[in-house]
């Protein structure tokens, strides 16, 4: 019950004891005067805890987040020991400018056409190029690494890459081209 409702029962149970009283009803009286400040004890109790609520989380606003609070750097093959295995790794870094804690939570690749490619990643690599700990959530605080290894094994040319997060709905999108800036030299 509401504070008000306490309130209203409360005062027809005191009416109700004075009107007992006037016909001389004396137990009937007392029960109700009993109930009377019961129910008004309990409307000021009500009362106080209502209107003395501490802030919780959710009464709190949220603190905005930039649209650009995460960068991703170029992406590029990373240095391997073998390597010959680094052509089918891509790898970044992605900044967090943001001040709070974030999170990568899938990373979907695609070839030059746009169709999906069957990829593993994760934050770490072995020296061949294998990720550690595969489609783990990766953690930003301040910057994070994140390596994007093609299944088959096979060169990666050309991928564009949705990296979501758990900052906005919305993936961050990073194209790779290791031709778009001149011809590759053997």
Sequence with gaps: MNTVALWIVGSLFGGLGVILAQLDHLVLSIVSGTLFVILLLLA???????????????DTPAPTI???????SKLSHPDLRVRDHRASVIGCTIFNKSGQKGAITKVNAFDRKGNPMNVTW??????????????????????????IRANDGKEIDFCRLDIFHTFF?????????EYADGWKLS
């Design 169 to 177: 709905d919305s993936p961050l999108t990073k194209t790779f081209d």
């Design 44 to 58: 000021l109790f009500t009362h106080r805890k209502e209107t003395s609520k501490p802030m919780t989380n959710t």
């Design 66 to 72: 930039e649209p650009d609070a995460l960068i991703v």
């Design 122 to 147: 994760s934050n770490k690599i072995d020296d061949f190029g294998n990720p550690i700990n595969p489609r783990e959530l990766i953690g930003i605080i301040d910057e994070a690494s994140l390596f």
